[in-house]
């Protein structure tokens, strides 16, 4: 299906029964995102609300709540996008086997951009405050654009070939913003955008940007899609599309003609104002920092236009999805950018930054054993290095022997450590990177973007057989302490509660003094411990697990160990703690809203619209 509008789309989804819609007037603060998590969790179809308090306009959400549903949406053009991106990776395929890829150069010419005259008809001039004003977390600092495709073009390489398109979160109200006049734009230095903003600055410019949002599905993935080196986020959009992106200039702005609303400013040099906060993708609230402001020249939208709309928050959530759907399009690009890798996997349950499992090859030993990490160590460098993984802070990687390599996968996860755990030689084969760059919205490090990294490296024969319990000893050393409640998580991995953090330097002498306790227990088996504020949460299930030790631990500050030492300053340890409590300086969690929970009952309750989907809790 070619879908030329984000309407199309709404009604093929709802002819194949995957779209349902909601008459009763909805609150889009607090109320729409509360429905969104609720049909997400379900499993449900995507809404469509048509009754936005406070806007003429109506609203979508859970679009790609499934994978299902997104191959739906794109059947018709993934198989050949597939291939157009393949060939960017391998050029040579073509000249291998021509009359296979005669229909993918057909699908490429629908790529190219397509210039057009003036504003489109059925544009109408508005303000930002007659968009749907949708907040999805009650301590957010006003109401957010989730799915925006934000336009900017290079001032050296001006056009849309040369152009970023990308998810940059927009703020539309609250802080100091002035209303209908300026909006927040919340992304980082190194980010397309930012590249555009450094050069016009360097020119004394302000740069122009545009915000798409809606249009075809496949311009918003098109704005957080990890693209080969020279393709345009734009083709891309055409290709996945089935249909060229089309777009003009009205007053030196480049304005989508296909989206359903378009905002038109400039951002000037060091003009930052406060931003945030926003319940986030990690589970927490990022903080409130200063980020540019775009001066709104004007806003445009659609006289029929629809808002798509997407929440975050602990994951999984609709991103996961579009991660699904990116690691099927994708598919062994990150294999031919990466010499030597054989598969590496963002733990979506982690926040997806960080937190990675790879699995690599050792080439450099053909004609002996190989004992020991050697190639591991130059892909995890090559890993870290590359993209948006560059924002992880763990990173376990291994290499597979002749027997492994075709049942271990990055992907199973439980499998995956248990491989790594029972060969790690921890003394030997834990590799940090302090005082470096984390993601802007991980609070765990020393200040923004502050942090630290560490690899964990293993290859060769298992070493040690891991426990299946916690051990008889550590119950008995923990009767007389403030630690509690050791629980198993799986195989060589075991959970302590510990006290509450108030103060970081008690935190970090209560860790050293369990370290030294644990000395004295039988952990041979036990590679891998966590403290945590809960531990029955965390040992509840795989989920809780990679979220609360991932999401909440700076390897350089929370990685302690049992009998560790340094030599050469190289740090080891014969048991890994990671301390993985709460401290002061994390923001805090996403938590739900108790009365907005009660009052969208009745949207599920019978006569609701949303009835059918028998998701209403007793």
């Known amino acids: 299906m070619i879908y030329a509008s984000l309407e199309e789309c709404v009604l093929d989804l709802e002819k194949h029964g995957q779209l349902i819609r909601v008459q009763e007037e909805v609150d889009p603060h607090l109320e729409m995102a509360a429905i969104q998590l609720k049909v997400y969790a379900a499993g449900g179809p995507a809404i469509l609300f048509e009754n936005v308090k406070g806007s003429k306009y109506r609203a979508v959400c859970n679009l790609f709540g499934t994978l299902e549903r997104s191959k739906f949406i794109f059947r018709d053009t993934i198989e050949k996008t597939q291939e157009v991106i393949a060939l960017r990776n391998d050029p040579m395929q073509a000249l291998r086997k021509p009359h296979r890829y005669v229909g993918t150069a057909v699908a490429a010419t629908r790529a190219l951009p397509v210039k057009k005259q003036g504003l489109p ?52 109200d609250g802080n100091d913003y002035i209303q209908n006049k300026e909006v927040g734009m919340h992304y980082q230095i190194h980010r397309g955008i930012g590249i555009h903003q450094t050069k016009a600055n360097k020119l004394g410019e302000p740069l122009k940007v545009s915000v798409f949002v809606g249009g075809p599905p496949s311009h918003t993935l098109s704005a957080v899609m990890p693209l080969p080196e020279g393709m345009s986020e734009l083709t891309f959009a055409g290709l996945l599309a089935g249909r060229n992106f089309r777009y003009s200039y009205v007053d030196g702005y480049c304005i989508s003609h296909d989206a359903d609303f378009v905002i038109t400013g400039e951002l000037h040099p060091d003009d930052l104002k406060p931003e945030g906060p926003f319940g986030d993708h990690l589970g927490y609230y990022s903080l ?48 031919q950018d990466i010499p030597g890798v054989k598969e590496v996997h963002a733990i979506d349950a982690a926040g ?49 022997g002749a027997a492994e390599q075709q049942s271990l996968s990055a992907y199973h996860i439980e499998q995956f450590f248990t491989y790594l755990l029972a060969r790690i030689d921890l003394r030997r084969d834990i ?105 029955p949460f965390i040992s509840a299930d795989l989920s809780n697990f990679l979220w609360a030790t991932f999401t909440r631990s700076n390897p350089s500050h929370d990685i302690y160990g049992v009998n560790s030492s340094t030599k050469y300053k190289h740090w080891g340890c014969d048991t890994v703690i990671i301390d993985a409590r709460r401290k002061p300086h994390h923001a805090p969690p996403l938590l739900a809203d108790d009365q907005v929970e009660q009052n969208i009952q009745r949207f599920f309750a019978k006569g609701g619209s949303l009835a059918s989907l028998s998701i209403i809790e007793e």
């Open 121 to 172: 008809a059925e544009f109408e001039e508005i303000t930002i405050s007659d968009m749907p004003a949708i907040k999805s977390w009650k301590d957010d600092g006003g109401a957010f654009i989730t799915l925006p495709q934000v336009y900017s073009e290079d001032v050296d390489k001006p056009g849309p070939m040369n152009a970023n398109l990308g998810m940059y979160r927009v703020q539309l």
């Open 288 to 335: 409130v920092h200063p980020f540019p402001v775009m001066r709104v020249h004007k806003v445009y939208a659609k006289k029929n236009a629809i808002y798509p709309f997407t929440v975050v928050g602990r994951p999984p959530q609709e991103d996961t999805s579009f991660g699904q759907l990116i690691h099927e399009l994708t598919g062994s690009a990150v294999r």
């Open 352 to 400: 997806v930054h960080p937190l990675l499992l790879a699995i690599g090859s050792e080439r450099y030993t053909p004609f002996q054993t190989v004992d020991r990490p050697a190639e591991l160590l130059t892909i995890a460098h090559r890993i870290l290095g590359t993209g948006q993984l560059s924002l992880a802070k763990y990173l376990f990687i291994v290499a597979t």
């Open 431 to 535: 590799h940090f990177h302090t005082n470096t760059t984390i993601d802007t919205l991980d609070y765990t490090g020393e200040g923004m973007n502050q942090g630290s990294k560490v690899v964990f490296a293993a290859v060769g024969e298992p070493i040690r057989t891991l426990c299946e319990a916690v051990p008889g000893s550590v119950e008995k050393l923990l009767a007389q302490t403030s630690f509690s409640k050791p629980r198993f998580v799986m195989p060589g991995v075991i959970s302590i509660e510990g006290p509450v953090v108030t103060d970081a330097l008690a935190g970090e002498q209560q860790m050293e003094q369990l370290s030294d306790l644990l000395a004295q227990a039988n952990l041979a088996d036990c590679p891998l411990i966590v403290v945590a504020d809960n531990s």
